[in-house]
């Protein structure tokens, strides 16, 4: 029987997007891969067909995915030339393996030259190498995750403080990455989708203070927006104990489990206009409505960014 690959099930989106692809698809259509075995072993149980897998090597990875006709690639968290070559190694050994077609998880804007994010220079690759490839895709270019923004809210409310960032006046549709899983998991099971590519976006375009207000309005908190430059936000995020690249160390339970190199970036592709991108292409995916900013906020304690998750070597 042919199989529907599912990879990074060991990570937080990869999780998620299993959960929701199990309800979605027969459990004998599916094959998880990732590196930890206590992750696997979890959904093995539940029948599905696993396999251990680690991007950073290409050996093993074609024998992996044998028998699979389509494959979602989480993409991977750490940034730049490892990223990419983990990438390579994983639309290599899928196109060996015979796979017809790869979802992959982008960024919003990921092609465009002028979009100063350092995370989108892998993912304009990674969107350039399958294409190059020969095979079919759909690229999910997401937003940013709105657990990011509501943990660092929190991290500001504890501290009776002002949320600084360099981010501006510029607008984001913030979108839960629970939805993104489920654009994963919908796109993955769909069989009408062919070299495609789709803006996966929250329910409304909003300012970082636009974001707070809902928050405060929600939780009673009296949080307030100051922007700062992008120097003075990596200061600060220097002083959270944040590696300015995924080669540095990270700290244990961080609230910021990211490079700064990447969020401040992303706080100025943010500030010029380069991420506001705003479509109903996860309502066509998906046939549902995404989890507002204040849906979230509501359910504040199941929308936190939590705990980084890696093959780091």
Do not use: W
Not at 112 to 127: G, L, Q
Not at 170 to 191: E, F, H, N, P, W
Not at 242 to 265: C, H, I, L, Q, Y
């Amino acid at each position: 029987m042919e199989k529907l690959i599912l990879t990074g099930v060991d990570g937080n989106l990869g999780g998620q997007a299993a959960d929701y692809l199990i309800q979605l698809v027969d459990k004998k259509q599916l094959l998880f891969c990732g590196y930890n075995q206590a992750s696997l072993d979890k959904y093995a149980r539940q029948g599905v067909e696993v396999r251990t897998t680690n991007f950073n090597e290409s050996d093993g990875l074609a024998t992996a995915f044998a028998g699979g006709t389509k494959l979602a690639l989480i993409s991977m968290p750490f940034v730049g030339a490892k990223r990419q070559n983990a990438h390579k190694n994983v639309v290599d050994a899928a196109k060996k393996a015979g796979v017809k077609q790869i979802i992959y998880t982008s960024l919003v804007n990921a092609a465009d030259p002028e979009n100063p994010s350092i995370e989108k220079i892998d993912h304009a690759y990674t969107e350039a190498y399958i294409q190059a490839a020969g095979l079919d895709y759909v690229f999910l270019r997401n937003s940013q995750y709105a657990e990011a923004m509501i943990t660092n809210y929190f991290t500001y409310v504890k501290s009776k403080g002002a949320l600084m960032n360099s981010q501006g006046n510029g607008k984001m549709a913030y979108i839960s990455r629970k939805d993104c899983a489920k654009a994963v998991a919908y796109a993955l099971a769909a069989t009408d989708l062919h070299k495609q590519i789709l803006n996966i976006n929250g329910s409304e375009l909003l300012t970082i203070d636009e974001f707070i207000t809902i928050g405060n309005q929600v939780t009673d908190n009296q949080v307030t927006y100051k922007e700062i430059t992008d120097e003075e936000n990596y200061q600060i995020f220097t002083a959270m104990g944040v590696p300015r690249t995924t080669d540095g160390v990270f700290k244990k339970n961080s609230e910021a489990p990211f490079s700064s190199e990447g969020m401040v970036t992303f706080a100025q592709a943010i500030r010029l206009g380069k991420m506001a991108s705003f479509t109903k292409d996860f309502q066509k995916l998906t046939g549902s409505e995404p989890l507002t900013v204040k849906d979230m906020f509501e359910h504040a304690a199941d929308f936190q960014i939590g705990a980084r998750h890696s093959k780091d070597a």
